[in-house]
C-alpha cells in the first residue's frame, strides 16, 4: 500500500477527488439537490437530510480544506464576511474583542456598526506593537483577531507570539489568512485557534465565486468549535453546491497559481522598488520592509502577491497612473488570476487611514515581461 502523500501538491489534488463507485467519475458531480431521501428505516443513505445542514459538494469542500491545512475540521460559508460573522456570533454581549488598527475595513464596520448593538466591545490596535497589544487586553477579551499581511499597507504581524499573548490571557486567537493561502502561511501550526478564509480571493483564483471559510485547530476549545457548527447550521449562510464545487475545483491548481503569482509579485516589487516615479513599496519580501526578517521566517516560500505603491502627491496622481495601465483591470477584489489594480482609499469608509495616494495591485500569472512593461509605460 502507498504511503500517505506528504506534499501539499499531491494532498490538495487527492483531497479533491471523487469517490463516486457507481459511474467512476474523475471529476466531481455538482448536486444541487437541497433535500435527499428517507429510507424506509428512517435512514438517510449517505447521511444527508437537508443542503443548508449538509450537501455532498460542501462536505467534499469543508473536508478537504481541512486536510491540506491539517486542521481538525473545516466550515465553508457563502462569504468572507460570513465566516466572520460566524466567528463573531459565538462570543457574547460584554465580551471584548482586539482587531488590528488596518483591518480589512469591513471587519472593523461589522464590529463598529452590527455588534456593538450587541454590546461586543472592539479596541483597534497596531498589531506589529506587542506591548500596544498587552496594553489592550482585558477581562472580557475573548478574541485577538490577526490580519498578516494586513490590507493594504502589508504590515506582517508576529502570529505565534500574539497567539501565545492571547492563550496567556484565555483568548482566542485567529488569522484571517486569505491573502497568503496554506501554500505559504500556516496558522494553525503557530497555534492560531483557527484560520478564516475569502475563498473569494485565492481559493476560487478565478473571481468567479464568492465564499469563505473556517478551519480549526484540534487545539481549539470544544466548546467553541461546537457553537460555530451550531451557528454555521442554524444561519444558513452556506455556499451553494456550485462555488462549494468551484472552490474544490480551485484547490486542486492553488499551489502552481500561488507560487507563480509570488514569482511575479516579487519581480514586480523590485522593479517599482528602484523606479524613480514610485515613492513607496509595501512588499514584506523587500529588503526594506520594516518586518522584513519575520516576514521571511513566516512565509518561507514567498510573501504573497499584493503588492501596494505610492505615487505622486495625492489621489489625482494615482487615478492618473491607473488610467494607463492596460494589462491590471481596474476593479475591486484580489486573488485571481488576472492582474488588477485599485485605489484603495476610494473603495474603504471615511475611517479608513489608507493614504490617497496608494494604489493596491493583486498580482495575476500573466507573463511577467507583459506586466512590467505596462507598468513601465503607465509610470513614465
Ligand atoms: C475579501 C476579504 C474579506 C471578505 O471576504 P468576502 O468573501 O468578500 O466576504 C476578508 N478579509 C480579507 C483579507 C479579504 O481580502
Redesign the pocket.
Known amino acids: 500500500m502507498m504511503t500517505k502523500p506528504t506534499q501539499f501538491e499531491t494532498r490538495a489534488i487527492q483531497a479533491t477527488e471523487p469517490h463516486d463507485d457507481e459511474t467512476g467519475s474523475v471529476a466531481n458531480a455538482i448536486y444541487p439537490s437541497t433535500t435527499f431521501k428517507r429510507e424506509t428505516d428512517g435512514t438517510f443513505k449517505s447521511g444527508y437530510i437537508y443542503s443548508r445542514k449538509a450537501n455532498p459538494n460542501r462536505s467534499l469542500l469543508e473536508s478537504a480544506l481541512a486536510t491540506i491545512e491539517e486542521g481538525e475540521f473545516a466550515l465553508a460559508f457563502a ?6 460573522n460566524t466567528v463573531l456570533q459565538s462570543l457574547k454581549p460584554g465580551d471584548h474583542v482586539i482587531v488590528p488598527d488596518d483591518a ?1 475595513y ?2 472593523r464596520r461589522t464590529l463598529g456598526e452590527l455588534f456593538s448593538t450587541w454590546h461586543l466591545a472592539h479596541t483597534q490596535v497596531d498589531m506589529t506593537d506587542h506591548e500596544a497589544i498587552k496594553a489592550a487586553i482585558k477581562p472580557n477579551t475573548q478574541l485577538i483577531w490577526i ?1 498578516s499581511p494586513s ?1 493594504p499597507l502589508l504590515k506582517v504581524t508576529d502570529i505565534k507570539t500574539v497567539a501565545d499573548l492571547a492563550h496567556a490571557n484565555d483568548a482566542l486567537c485567529i488569522v ?1 489568512n ?2 497568503c493561502t496554506p501554500v505559504l502561511q500556516r496558522p494553525l501550526a503557530l497555534g492560531a485557534d483557527a484560520v ?1 478564509y ?4 485565492y481559493y476560487g483564483g478565478h473571481s468567479d465565486s ?3 471559510a473556517l478551519v480549526l485547530n484540534p487545539a481549539a476549545p470544544e466548546s467553541f468549535k461546537a457553537q460555530l457548527k451550531n451557528i454555521q447550521n442554524l444561519s444558513g449562510a452556506v455556499p451553494s453546491a456550485f462555488d462549494a464545487w468551484l472552490i474544490t475545483r480551485g484547490i486542486k491548481t492553488l499551489k502552481l497559481r500561488v507560487m507563480q503569482q509570488v514569482s511575479n509579485a516579487q519581480k514586480l516589487a523590485e522593479f517599482f522598488a528602484q523606479h524613480d516615479a514610485v515613492d513607496a513599496v509595501h512588499f514584506p519580501d523587500l529588503a526594506n520592509h520594516p518586518q522584513h526578517e519575520l516576514a521571511t521566517r513566516q512565509m518561507p516560500d514567498g510573501c504573497g502577491a499584493m503588492i501596494s505603491i505610492q505615487v505622486g502627491s495625492g489621489r489625482e496622481a494615482a487615478m492618473a497612473v491607473i488610467a494607463k495601465l492596460q494589462l491590471f483591470t481596474p476593479a475591486t ?3 485571481g488570476v488576472e492582474s488588477l489594480v485599485e485605489h484603495r482609499k476610494s473603495v474603504e469608509d471615511a475611517l479608513s487611514q489608507t493614504p490617497e495616494n496608494l494604489i493596491r495591485i493583486s498580482v495575476g500569472i500573466e507573463h511577467i515581461d507583459d506586466l512590467m512593461a505596462d507598468w513601465q509605460n503607465a509610470l513614465s
Open positions: 462569504s468572507g464576511m460570513a465566516a466572520i480589512y469591513e471587519v490580519e490590507n484571517d486569505t491573502w478564516m475569502s475563498t473569494t480571493k464568492l465564499s469563505g477584489s484580489l486573488g
